[in-house]
């Protein structure tokens, strides 16, 4: 039996059959004990068994209101996506003609609903009909699982049509509230992109040419370090791959860690929020004197806000067939073990799956986050499509070591100190000391085996991406940045190695560069002049 994504009554999600299908009592049973609550007195006046329609009168007190009703059976499965569900208009559209353009404010409206009953918990989805007016036979109107499973739970969930309008889901004692405030519901409510919770499905992702690309297998790990020597091109070698298999934006978040990047940051936590209402009094400026346009009063809400990885695990969890990636860089730059805390022990993943072989405990804030997502649940486990890759560079100053633990869970990949510098072979630099241009490679060479012949660790030599191409025209960055970088980075207890005269500081070099004077040992001058480019 085929199985797609269903809502469970406590709002969570999983996978499973559609539920079966009510027959047309029941069908009418639901209907009419929804309409029969708070007072109101509902009766059938006629059935159309073929258009699934109901004309039914309501009476409560004085007020009365005459509605047909659209109602049909269980929501099924849409085949282009697991998280739609869908009814289907099949008749000729002129059978309902005048029902679908009548007004929602009037005394007589048109309900369009579709029922999902499942764990003995109903949901009522309701489209406007007037924005299938003139509908094509048949025509298919949707609503994601992620809204019905917020409706059984909270009892009303939004989600958009293919028609980017706004469908209401609620449970049965909410059908009083709807039929009251629905033109409210459907012409005063802006669709945006928080209702759709940043869902996408295969077919909308598209590379950069903005054509619909097939989404390749992603054979690489899942957690992942890519380090090597500073200018190696590691955030460039990792963005070509981040781009062939994480073509959409939605798919892809990067991050940059600092020494004072925190767990809040990455997981999420309560903020002070902006939030505004209508005011009936003139609102001013802090200069009391002009009139902030529209007049509305600003508050401070608190909520909580996701951090990167809890966002990507959201999506992750919702589209299971679409992979995403958190892509950190400069990993070491903070205490990468204390960023990530208890998602910490989720890191150990399991090799033919991808999902955390240790699921850990959901701390009650992010708990109730998951809750409002619709991915609720007692524990959290990185599911096999969130991909994690990172970018190291141990050879910075006042980085943060990683522990053997941490270091365990993560895949490491060293990139070669030349194995990109193909792409600045034409690269030029104009120096000063002594007067001559040079590529850009044959600079980084001389300077490179002068430093490994005394014992210099690779990940401090020059790569093929220490300067760019940009920067190399500029003649200032070469002292202000190369020079500094191996007289105060690389040399700094030993400059003697590759700088010559009297006072090696860096003020002193500096001022000897600009004065054409010599500043590196013969070995380096005599190399230099050797592959300088003709003028």
């Not at 039929?179 to 409210?184: E, G, I, L, T």
């Not at 701390?363 to 969130?386: K, Q, W, Y």
């Not at 012949?453 to 991406?465: H, I, M, S």
Request: net charge negative; glycine share 4%; hydrophobic share 35%.
């Amino acid at each position: 039996m085929a199985t797609s994504t269903q809502a469970k009554a406590d709002g969570t999600l999983e996978q499973g059959p559609n539920p079966s299908h009510p027959t047309h009592l029941e069908r009418e049973t639901l209907l009419m004990d929804a309409l029969g609550r708070e007072g109101w007195n509902a009766s059938i006046t006629s059935r159309n068994f073929d258009a699934r329609s109901f004309d039914i009168e309501l009476q409560k007190g004085d007020e009365s209101k005459e509605l047909v009703v659209y109602f049909f059976p269980n929501l099924n499965w849409a085949n282009r996506d697991p998280h739609e569900k869908r009814i289907q208009l099949s008749r000729p559209y002129n059978e309902h003609q005048k029902d679908f353009e009548l007004e929602n404010d009037g005394d007589r409206k048109c309900l369009l609903i579709g029922v999902y009953r499942r764990d003995k918990q109903t949901v009522f989805c309701a489209w406007d009909s007037r924005v299938y007016r003139n509908h094509a036979q048949p025509s298919s109107c949707y609503v994601r699982i992620e809204a019905i499973a917020q409706a059984m739970r909270d009892g009303f969930g939004q989600s958009i049509d293919n028609k980017r309008r706004l469908v209401c889901c609620f449970r049965p004692e909410f059908i009083h509230y709807y039929v009251m405030n629905m033109k409210d519901l459907h012409d005063q409510i802006t669709v945006t992109t928080v209702i759709d919770k940043g869902l996408i499905s295969a077919s909308e992702i598209v590379g950069q040419d903005g054509q619909s690309v097939e989404l390749e297998p992603v054979r690489q790990p899942r957690n992942r370090i890519i380090y090597g020597a500073p200018g190696t091109g590691k955030s460039h070698s990792l963005n070509e791959e981040i781009e062939k298999f994480f073509p959409n934006e939605k798919q892809k978040k990067r991050i940059t860690f600092y020494p004072e990047y925190v767990y809040s940051q990455l997981i999420g936590t309560y903020k002070p929020i902006p939030v505004f209402r209508k005011s009936g009094y003139d609102i001013l400026d802090s200069d009391r004197q002009s009139e902030t346009i529209p007049a509305l009063e600003p508050l401070i809400d608190y909520r909580f806000v996701p951090g990167p990885l809890l966002e990507l695990y959201v999506l992750a969890k919702k589209n299971q067939a679409i992979n995403y990636a958190l892509i950190i860089e400069e990993l070491n730059r903070a205490d990468a073990a204390g960023v990530f805390g208890d998602f910490f022990q989720l890191l150990d993943r399991d090799k033919a799956t991808g999902e955390s072989k240790f699921p850990i405990y959901t701390p009650r804030d992010v708990a109730d986050f998951l809750i409002s997502e619709c991915v609720n649940s007692t524990t959290i486990s990185l599911p096999g499509n969130l991909y994690i890759w990172c970018t190291m560079n141990s050879a910075d100053q006042g980085v943060m070591p990683l522990d053997a633990a941490f270091k365990r869970r993560w895949s490491f990949e060293y990139l070669p100190l030349n194995q990109n510098e193909s792409v600045t072979s034409s690269w030029e630099i104009t120096l000063t000391s002594p007067v001559c241009v040079i590529k850009w490679n044959d600079f980084r060479n001389i300077i490179n085996d002068i430093l490994v012949a005394n014992n210099v660790q690779e990940d401090r030599l020059l790569g093929p991406f220490f300067l760019s191409q940009e920067e190399l025209g500029d003649p200032s960055v070469f002292k202000n940045k190369v020079l500094l970088y191996l007289r105060d980075d690389v040399l700094r207890h030993e400059p003697e190695l590759l700088f010559s005269g009297d006072s090696m500081t860096f003020s002193n070099l500096v001022k000897s560069y600009d004065n054409n004077e010599k500043i590196f040992i013969d070995e380096v001058h005599s190399s230099l002049s050797e592959v300088q480019i003709e003028q």
